[in-house]
């Protein structure tokens, strides 16, 4: 992948940092940073965040389904989970007794797996600042399970090829997929002076362009950069729909096209896909936060 050598090989500099200087990153990264500054000083965010967070992610599991190819409506989701699913629906149908049978299928069963990472994902912050390479395990078996067969819960894949929902080709073979992995871990694990958009960005890119366990590996990589921005202070409750903001920043009337693209630049395009994407997610960023101002606003009315 040709935006490799210019994530990983800094020779002491701060390679996250390096790429943040780019051509207009700084310009979009300052308006999703004001976007999202905007949203964390919402009124509601005073005694109802926990409300915001929850509806956020909701909206961000469906967005993130959505991105892997498995369209469900939001209301569609909801009332599933009013009705008592709790996130373990098979492909054909729920595998809980009791359940309704034949509700959903496999975009209910991807989307009830975003759902439940997503609300796991808190309880990852302490692991992915200690060792991510455990916490992407943890979160492939959280959102594989009843997907993906047990033996292949949060293992590295060691077939060359893998799921392709995005259409970026052939993956790197697993020997690259390991190097490229420590590599990032390793500067994950240095000091930056980098955004967390930007970290979170190269972190969400690369997952996406290595496909590390071979089936739902954009789920991982959307949850992974949502939890940078979380870990790293940008939104520390989770409050932004990041997932959304990746929907709407496609253009056309298949708005999943956009984030192929994008994705596609990283992994192909040299230093300026690297640019186009890094774009492209403080764009996702941006407009996450004006979805979740949108939340705000519903719970506020709802409580006048």
């Known amino acids: 992948m040709s935006s490799a050598p210019s994530i990983q090989t800094g020779h002491g500099l701060d390679p996250f940092a390096r790429v943040a200087a780019l051509p207009g990153v700084d310009e979009a990264v300052a308006a999703a940073r004001s976007a999202v500054d905007a949203l964390l000083r919402h009124r509601v965010l005073r005694r109802q965040s926990a409300d915001v967070t929850?509806?956020?992610?909701?909206?961000?599991?469906?967005?993130?389904?959505?991105?892997?190819?498995?369209?469900?409506?939001?209301?569609t989701l909801r009332s599933w989970l009013t009705a008592g699913g709790n996130g373990d629906a098979?492909?054909?149908?729920t595998r809980e007794p009791g359940g309704p049978r034949g509700s959903g299928g496999e975009a209910l069963a991807v989307t009830l797996a975003a759902v439940?990472?997503?609300?796991?994902?808190?309880?990852?912050?302490t692991s992915w600042e200690r060792a991510p390479r455990q916490a992407l395990a943890r979160m492939h078996t959280l959102v594989g399970r009843s997907i993906v067969a047990d033996g292949d819960l949060g293992r590295p894949r060691r077939s060359p090829t893998a799921a392709d929902p995005l259409g970026l080709g052939?993956?790197?073979?697993?020997?690259e997929v390991s190097a490229r992995l420590d590599g990032l871990v390793g500067l994950l694990m240095e000091r930056t002076t980098a955004p967390a958009i930007v970290v979170g960005a190269i972190v969400q890119g690369e997952l996406l362009a290595l496909r590390p366990f071979g089936a739902l590996d954009g789920m991982v990589a959307r949850a992974a950069g949502r939890l940078v921005l979380v870990d790293r202070g940008l939104d520390p409750k989770a409050v932004t729909a990041t997932d959304v903001g990746h929907l709407e920043a496609g253009e056309g009337d298949d708005a999943v096209a956009g984030?192929?693209?994008?994705?596609?630049?990283y992994a192909h395009g040299g230093v300026d896909g690297l640019r186009t994407w890094l774009l492209h997610c403080a764009r996702a960023v941006e407009l996450g936060a004006r979805e979740s101002l949108a939340i705000c606003e519903a719970i506020s009315r709802a409580a006048s």
């Open 90 to 93: 098979g492909p054909g149908g």
């Open 170 to 175: 052939a993956p790197p073979g697993p020997a």
């Open 259 to 265: 984030y192929r693209a994008a994705a596609a630049e």
């Open 54 to 75: 929850a509806e956020a992610s909701l909206r961000s599991a469906r967005a993130s389904a959505a991105l892997e190819g498995h369209e469900l409506p939001l209301e």
């Open 116 to 125: 439940r990472l997503y609300a796991e994902l808190g309880s990852l912050a």
